[in-house]
């Protein structure tokens, strides 16, 4: 796995692919200290609902959100990309803490924006959860 600053705006095909990839093997570590190495210390965040900024809050929302979603798998996928801008489409499976027979996918997008040095100032994300049953799993 590359660092987050290896990978530059502006974005070709190749290294916007390359940046989707980077940072989907970083979350599906589930390590919210290595993940937020990939934003600037004031990144701003819109999580579905939730609206924050900087390192120490997204280190504090990861640590909660894999809290709940045990067993969290993740696929990203690139949409567009332009200048210091990519978008995504991900999926990712998980567990649920509260109901732990209870798998559920997460469908959504993610449009990000980098800075000159290939950190991430904003993120914003949108996203839909529903029930699966184990066996229909994607990602194991």
Known sequence: MGKP????????????????????DAWN?????????AYTKDSRWRNRIEFFQGREEIISFLKR????????RLMKEL?????NRISVRFEYEWRDADNPKQ???THGNE???FNDDGLMLIRDMSANDYPIQESERRYI
């Open 5 to 24: 600053t290896d990978i530059k705006p502006p974005f070709s095909e190749k290294t916007a692919r390359a940046k989707v990839k980077v940072a989907q």
């Open 29 to 37: 570590t589930r390590n919210p200290e290595l993940v937020a190495q």
């Open 65 to 72: 959100k894999w809290a709940k979603e045990l067993e969290y």
């Open 79 to 83: 949409w567009c990309y332009n200048g």
């Open 103 to 105: 798998w559920m996918r």
């Open 111 to 113: 449009h990000w924006e």
